[in-house]
């Protein structure tokens, strides 16, 4: 049975940074490519960040792009999402899964993230 489990999220002031994390279980993480999404009350969930099984970043949300990295380590089974220079529209709940179109069915908690002053 697959298990989503994000952590490291919390308040944050505008330009600060946090660093999430993505602990998955119940399939071989190491052999998928995975991504960062991000959703706020009454809107779709967006992609944030893909990466490859290689480590490879595929792409990021315009939005992100310069201030977000994504990255994993396959022998910890893990997936990170370095967060820098924060804006308050970066304030999202946020989740890990595989990209779309692959998705899990079941999704984690989510890790909330919140920038504020």
């Known amino acids: 049975q697959v298990h989503l489990v994000e952590s490291g999220g919390g308040l944050v002031q505008p330009g600060g940074s946090l660093r999430l994390s993505c602990v998955p279980s119940?399939?071989?993480?190491?052999?998928?490519?995975m991504s960062w999404y991000r959703q706020t009350p009454g809107k779709a969930r967006e992609v944030v960040a893909t990466?490859?099984?290689?480590?490879?970043?595929?792409m990021y949300a315009d939005s992100v792009e310069g201030r977000f990295i994504i990255s994993r380590d396959n022998d910890k089974k893990a997936m990170y999402l370095q967060m820098n220079n924060l804006e308050p529209n970066d304030t999202a709940l946020y989740y890990c899964?595989?990209?779309?179109?692959?998705?899990?069915?079941?999704w984690g908690q989510g890790t909330q993230v919140t920038v504020s002053s």
């Open positions: 899964n595989r990209p779309v179109g692959r998705a899990f069915g079941a």
């Open positions: 119940g399939f071989n993480f190491e052999f998928y490519d």
């Open positions: 990466i490859r099984l290689n480590g490879d970043p595929i």
